[in-house]
C-alpha cells in the first residue's frame, strides 16, 4: 500500500508536470505564430523579359525617330548617351534605389543605345529595368521589416537632417548607405504621423499596409510594363 501511494503520489507528479510542459509549449507555438513576418525580396522581386514583339516595335519607333522627326536627330553617341542618362532620371530621379556598383556596370551601354534600338535587342535596357525593381524590392522590404523592428526604438530628442532633394547628390556607394537614408526617410514619417496624434499600433499598422502595397505593385510588375 505504501508502494502504491508512491507511485501514485510520482504519477500525479509526472502528469502535472506534462501538463506544464504542453501548456509551454502551446505558448511557445503560440509565440512563434504571432511573431512577425519577415519579409524577403525573393517573393516579390521576378524579372521580365524582352521579347521578339518588343523588338519589332523599338526598330520602328527608332526608324521615323531617326528619319521623319521634323528635327534632325542623329542616331550616335551624343543621342544615345542623353537617352541613357533620361531613362535612368525617370527611373531613379532622387537617387534612392540604384547603387553606385549599378550605375557602373550600366556604363557600358551608354554610347550603344541608339543601334540597341535600331536592332531590336532591348536586353541591355531590360536589365537596368530589372535591376531597378529588384532595388524597389529591397527598399520596400527593409522598410516593412524596420516597421516591426525599427520605429519602437526611434529617438526623437536629438537634431537631424533629412534631405528630401536628392538630386545632385551621388549615388550611394553601399546598402547600408541606403539603408541609412532610407531609415531616417521612415522615421521622418513616423514622426509625422505622431504629431497627427496617431498612436504606435495605428503607425505601424497604416505603414505596413502603405508598404506591402508597394510590393504588390512591384510583382504585378508585367513585361508589357
Not at 34 to 60: L, M, W
Not at 97 to 114: C, M, N, P, T, V
Amino acid at each position: 500500500m505504501k508502494y502504491q501511494n508512491i507511485l501514485m503520489t510520482k504519477k500525479a507528479g509526472l502528469t502535472s508536470l506534462n501538463r506544464q510542459l504542453v501548456a509551454l509549449f502551446g505558448l511557445l507555438c503560440l509565440f512563434g505564430l504571432a511573431e512577425a513576418k519577415t519579409f524577403v525580396v525573393e517573393d516579390y522581386f521576378h524579372p521580365v523579359q524582352s521579347n521578339e514583339q518588343f523588338g519589332r516595335t523599338a526598330q520602328s519607333i527608332s526608324k521615323r525617330l531617326f528619319h521623319y522627326h521634323y528635327q534632325r536627330i542623329f542616331p550616335d553617341d551624343e543621342f544615345s548617351s542623353k537617352v541613357f542618362d533620361k531613362y535612368l532620371d525617370d527611373l531613379d530621379p532622387r537617387k534612392l534605389f540604384f547603387l553606385k556598383s549599378d550605375i557602373e556596370e550600366f556604363e557600358s551601354y551608354r554610347a550603344k543605345i541608339d543601334n540597341m534600338m535600331l536592332k531590336g535587342k532591348l536586353e541591355p535596357l531590360f536589365a537596368i529595368y530589372n535591376r531597378y525593381q529588384k532595388r524597389l524590392a529591397e527598399r520596400y522590404v527593409f522598410l516593412l521589416n524596420s516597421v516591426d523592428g525599427e520605429i519602437s526604438q526611434f529617438k526623437f530628442d536629438k537634431d537631424e537632417y533629412l534631405d528630401l532633394d536628392r538630386d545632385d547628390n551621388d549615388w550611394a556607394s553601399s546598402a547600408d548607405d541606403l539603408n541609412r537614408i532610407w531609415l531616417k526617410r521612415l522615421k521622418n514619417n513616423v514622426l509625422t504621423m505622431k504629431m497627427e496624434g496617431d498612436s504606435p499600433e495605428e503607425i505601424k499598422k497604416s505603414l505596413t499596409k502603405r508598404f506591402e502595397s508597394q510590393l504588390k505593385r512591384i510583382v504585378q510588375s508585367t513585361d508589357d510594363d
